[in-house]
C-alpha cells in the first residue's frame, strides 16, 4: 500500500485593536513573555487520525472449502496492468501516540469489483506478475461478478476484510447476494474464511 504523506498547515490569526478616544495611562506595562512549557502539554496525548482518498487495492481470496477464489479488482480493462487492475478506496489511519505500534487503519468504498472463479490458482494471481495474472484473467472463465461494498479493519494483532453486495452469474445473468468474511491475525494464520452465495429467493 503506498505511504500517505500528510502536510499540517499551522494558520495565523490576526487581531485589530480598536482605538478608542480616552486617554492612555502614561506608563505602559510590558507585554507578557510566551511561555514554552512541556509541562503544560496534556498528560496523555490525543490520537492522530489521517484521512486520504484514491488508495489503490487489489486483494486475492479464497475459500478453500468450497474450491473458490475471488479477485478484488477490475479485470475487465482496456490495458491489464498492476495499477488499472486495483479498484480505488478510501482510508484512515489511527494514531495512539501512548503505543506507538498501536495503529489502526480502515478502509473502505461503496462500490468495488469482485470475480468469483471456480478453482484455486493462487499462482496465477498472486504476487502480480503481468504475463500470468493477464492471462489468467483473460482466459479463465468468470463464475460470479459484481460490484459490491467493501470493508477493511487493520490492526496490530488482526486484520478483518469484508465484502457485500449482489453479484451476477456470468452463465445466465441470474442474480445473487454475497457476502464474504476474511479474518487474520498478526502471525499470518487465517482464523475465519468464507465466500457465500445465496439466491435473492432464499436459494
Not at 63 to 78: N, R
Not at 103 to 110: H, P, V
Not at 126 to 136: G, I, Q, T
Request: charged residues 15%; aromatic residues 6%.
Amino acid at each position: 500500500m503506498n505511504t500517505a504523506r500528510v502536510c499540517l498547515l499551522t494558520f495565523g490569526v490576526a487581531a485589530v485593536a480598536a482605538c478608542s478616544q480616552q486617554a492612555m495611562p502614561t506608563a505602559t506595562r510590558a507585554p507578557r513573555a510566551l511561555r514554552a512549557d512541556f509541562a503544560d502539554n496534556p498528560s496523555s496525548p490525543s490520537t492522530i487520525v489521517i484521512r486520504r482518498d484514491g488508495i489503490p487495492v487489489r486483494v486475492i481470496t479464497t475459500d478453500t472449502t468450497q474450491g473458490l477464489m475471488a479477485i478484488h479488482g477490475p479485470v475487465d480493462v482496456p490495458v491489464c496492468t498492476n495499477a488499472t487492475t486495483r479498484d480505488s478506496v478510501d482510508g484512515q489511519q489511527i494514531l495512539t501516540p501512548s503505543d506507538a505500534q498501536g495503529i489502526r487503519l480502515l478502509l473502505q468504498a461503496s462500490q468495488s469489483h469482485v470475480e468469483i472463479y471456480n478453482g484455486i490458482n493462487l499462482a496465477a494471481v498472486f504476487p502480480f506478475v503481468a504475463s500470468s495474472f493477464c492471462n489468467f484473467v483473460a482466459t479463465t472463465p468468470k463464475a460470479y461478478e459484481g460490484i459490491v461494498a467493501y470493508h477493511v479493519n487493520l490492526g496490530s494483532s488482526m486484520t478483518s476484510f469484508r465484502w457485500e453486495g449482489d453479484v451476477t452469474r456470468v452463465s445466465d445473468g441470474a442474480t445473487f447476494h454475497y457476502v464474504e468474511n476474511q479474518d487474520v491475525v498478526a502471525t499470518g494464520k487465517t482464523t475465519s474464511s468464507y465466500i457465500r452465495i445465496q439466491g435473492n429467493g432464499g436459494n
